[in-house]
């Protein structure tokens, strides 16, 4: 697509319950990463994908927090037993590469509010 | 742990008047990034600096990497109401960006 595509915009969720994100990136990017962002702070890594190897699951918070990436596109973030504390926007971008240099192309973000 | 440290946290100005935003860190960066965040957006990138010393341009605005590549400046000309928004700097830190806190930016008519 033109740009990384995330769905919902917009979730709403009851403590304790399960929430899957998902990311849409851009056709031929093979890095993809999951940030998240408090109310004007700023972003927090949580997990990168490059191609085939081992992702980087280093920022993770929580064994309460997975991602997965099929078949080299779309990614999916899943929370079990979400608790107030992961409201916050979640965010993920594509690159071309995995080097930073050129620079990432993000999704307007799903804002979840854990109630 | 690779830091990035940005100041001011928050800057109010009148249009027209000039601003510079600082991003520090004790770590060397091999590209450092400049994004700008407006409200419901993600990032969107203006600028990869890679050389130590190097100053880009873009229209009223002006980056520059620290010699020693650990910092960076942003400095806005004439600043417009249209540049209000969140800027971040962010630099590659072995695989991902690793983001500053922000600067929160408005320009008032």
């Known amino acids: 697509g033109a740009g990384v595509s995330q769905s919902p915009s917009n979730k709403v969720t009851e403590k304790g319950k399960d929430v899957e994100l998902r990311c849409d990136p851009i056709s031929g990017h093979t890095a993809l990463y999951w940030y998240r962002q408090s109310l004007g702070q700023g972003l ?62 993000f999704g307007s973000g799903t804002r979840l509010t854990v109630v | ?11 109010s100005i009148q249009e027209g008047e000039n601003l510079t935003v ?3 860190s004790s770590s060397v960066f091999s590209s450092l990034q400049w994004y700008r965040q407006e409200p419901g957006e993600g990032p969107v990138l203006l600028v990869t600096v890679v050389t130590g010393g190097e100053v880009k341009k873009l229209k009223r605005l002006t980056f520059q990497f620290g010699d020693a590549r650990k910092d960076s400046s942003l400095h806005i000309t004439a600043a417009q ?7 971040l700097c962010a630099g590659d830190g072995t695989g991902k960006l690793i983001f500053g806190q922000g600067t929160e930016l408005s320009v008032k008519p």
């Open chain 1, 44 to 105: 927090e890594f949580l997990i990168y994908f490059q191609g085939n190897s081992a992702p980087d699951k280093s920022g993770l918070p929580s064994d309460r927090f997975s991602a997965e990436r099929t078949g080299g596109s779309v990614s999916t973030l899943t929370i079990q037993r979400t608790q107030q504390e992961d409201s916050a926007v979640y965010l993920c971008a594509s690159s071309q590469s995995g080097t930073g240099l050129y620079g990432y192309t």
């Open chain 2, 1 to 11: 742990t690779q830091l990035l440290e940005q100041s001011p946290q928050f800057l």
């Open chain 2, 22 to 24: 600082y991003c520090n």
């Open chain 2, 81 to 87: 109401p249209g540049d209000t928004g969140l800027y």
